[in-house]
C-alpha cells in the first residue's frame, strides 16, 4: 500500500510541471489573443474613414494605435476624446464641414464619428505641408504639438526637408510620437495598402 501511495505521488509530480507548462502557455496565448482582437477591433471603422478621404489606412490605424489604443472611450487632459483623441475645435471644423447639424463634442465617442473627423482632420494637415519632401512627419507634428510649434521648427531646409524639420524640433516627445507613428504605419501596410491615386 505504501509503495501505491508513492507511485501516485511520484506520477502526480511529473505531471505537476506540464501542468503549469500548460496554464503558462493558455494564459499567454490568451493575452496575445485578447491583444491582437483589440487591434484589429476597429479595422472596419478605419478603414471607411480612409477610404472616405483618400487617405492611408496604415496611417490612420497607427494614429488610433498611438493615442487611444484602440480604446473608444478614452479621454485626456486636454478635452481629447475617442479613439483619434479628438479636441473640440477640431470636431467641430469637421462637423461644419460635412455639415452635420445638431453636433456636440461628446458625437466622437462614436467610433465611427471619431475616426471620420480624425481622418478629415489629419488630411487637411497632410495638405498643409505640400512643398514638403515628406509631409507625414509636419502632419503628425501638428497633430501632436499643434500649428504654432511646427511653424516654429520649419525654418529655413527644415520647410521643405523633413529630415531637418525632425531634428529642428524641440520636443522630444513630439519627435518620438513621429517616429513611432510611421514604424507602426509600416506594420500595417499588408492589411491597409497605400491608397492608389
Known amino acids: 500500500m505504501a509503495s501505491d501511495g508513492r507511485s501516485r505521488e511520484t506520477s502526480r509530480r511529473k505531471w505537476l510541471p506540464l501542468l503549469v507548462l500548460f496554464l503558462i502557455a493558455d494564459a499567454v496565448g490568451g493575452g496575445l489573443y485578447y491583444r491582437w482582437r483589440r487591434e484589429h477591433s476597429q479595422d472596419a471603422v478605419i478603414r471607411a474613414a480612409a ?24 479621454r485626456g ?46 488630411a487637411k494637415l497632410l495638405r498643409r505641408y505640400p512643398q514638403a519632401d515628406d509631409p507625414v512627419p509636419y502632419a503628425l507634428a501638428d497633430y501632436n504639438a499643434g500649428r504654432g510649434h511646427v511653424l516654429r521648427w520649419d525654418q529655413g531646409a527644415a520647410a521643405t526637408n523633413s529630415q531637418q524639420f525632425l531634428a529642428q524640433m524641440t520636443f522630444p516627445g513630439t519627435r518620438r510620437y513621429i517616429e513611432t507613428v510611421v514604424k507602426r504605419r509600416e506594420r500595417y501596410r499588408e492589411e491597409f495598402p497605400p491608397p492608389t491615386p
Open 77 to 122: 487632459k486636454a478635452g481629447e476624446i475617442g479613439l483619434m483623441q479628438i479636441r473640440e475645435p477640431a470636431a467641430r471644423e469637421w462637423a461644419e464641414a460635412e455639415r452635420i447639424v445638431g453636433f456636440q463634442h461628446e458625437h466622437i465617442l462614436d467610433p465611427g464619428s471619431n475616426t471620420l473627423a480624425g481622418t478629415w482632420y489629419l
Open 51 to 74: 477610404t472616405r478621404y483618400g487617405m492611408d489606412g496604415a496611417l490612420v490605424k497607427a494614429v488610433v494605435w498611438r493615442e487611444s489604443w484602440f480604446d473608444s472611450e478614452a
